[in-house]
């Protein structure tokens, strides 16, 4: 037993340092896009779309949905603005370790590229602000833009999710009870980001990236890209070592999910948590700032995580979470 632990650890320092590579890129892979109006009366249809593209890929894209243009532009003005503020001012709501909530400024390094990403962020995780809200004095009505945007991503989230748990076998408000916002338990994340204008390319940026490849920990998460910000790419290829990436395109309006681990977990494994990460702007493409919003679907920390096939023991979110952390950061 004691000859394998080596040759184990050996291969996974090898599968990091190929995730945190360049790799290829393939143009041909599909990702879904899923016209999401009449989601009432179209909710079997618009399930089976979903159920392909997350078991197939673990990416796919939602248009027609009930979130106004209006309302993401808007919530995109005010992080830019967030992001505008001098930083010993936002240093004021620093990142609580382990609470996910407050402002960080490079100080995620992704296992798979040792490098920090080159981005700051804001997360809102709403039983965990207090005192991590800029006043209205200092930033007028971001409080209730973002509580109000939170609020509309959570909705169109938990409908996705009531397809998978309709998928599964669980009943169709499975999710919606094991996300529940009205508790202290809560833990899903609005996450404002703001990846850094990049300068010429030098012998330094093959090795930089804005966000390392990885997976998500989450059951879904649902990022809103500006057009012409473009950068995210994915790869399904991680279980079989090939790095094939291909390129997710920013339309305005549109919402790019992709299944999270804990999702994948709480499907036996049918639904896929795929690799995903933002790549430096090359010399012929926009290098300016580049500003998404993510929201993560995380369930509640005491929700009891296990699939209807039962291939994994019983877990609460709190607990998986740690676990997955743990294990992400231990090799570095």
Known sequence: MTSIQPDNQLAELALEATIGSKGTENSQREIRLINFSDFGTRKHEIADQLWQAATEVGFFQ??????????????????????????????????????????????????????????ESYQITLPRMQGLWPDDHVLEDFKSTMLRFERQCWETGMKVLSCFAMKLGFAEDFFT???????????????????????????????????????????????????????????????SGSMEWTSVEAWAGV??????????????????ST????????????RGARYSMAFFCQANTDVVIQGPEKKYAAITAADYLRQRIAANFAVR
């Open 62 to 119: 939602l248009d027609q949905h009930e979130i106004d243009m209006a309302d993401i532009e808007h919530a995109f003005a005010m992080a830019q603005s967030f992001f505008d503020l001098p930083s010993e001012h936002k240093q004021k709501y620093p990142l609580r370790q382990g609470m996910n909530a407050g402002w960080e400024y490079m100080e995620q390094v992704r296992p798979s590229t040792g490098t920090a990403d080159q981005k």
């Open 177 to 239: 009870r094991a996300h529940d916002p009205s508790v202290p338990e809560y833990q899903s994340t609005l996450r404002l980001l703001h990846y850094f204008a990049t300068g010429i390319i030098d012998e330094c940026d093959g090795e930089l990236w804005r966000a390392g490849a990885h997976t998500d920990f989450d059951c879904l998460t649902m990022v809103f890209q500006r057009p012409g910000q473009g950068g995210l790419q994915l790869c399904p290829g991680k279980e």
């Open 255 to 272: 919402i790019t999910c992709n299944i999270g681990d804990m999702l994948m977990r709480w499907s036996d494994d049918k639904l896929k």
């Open 275 to 286: 690799l995903h990460r933002v790549k430096m702007p090359e010399a012929d493409e926009y």
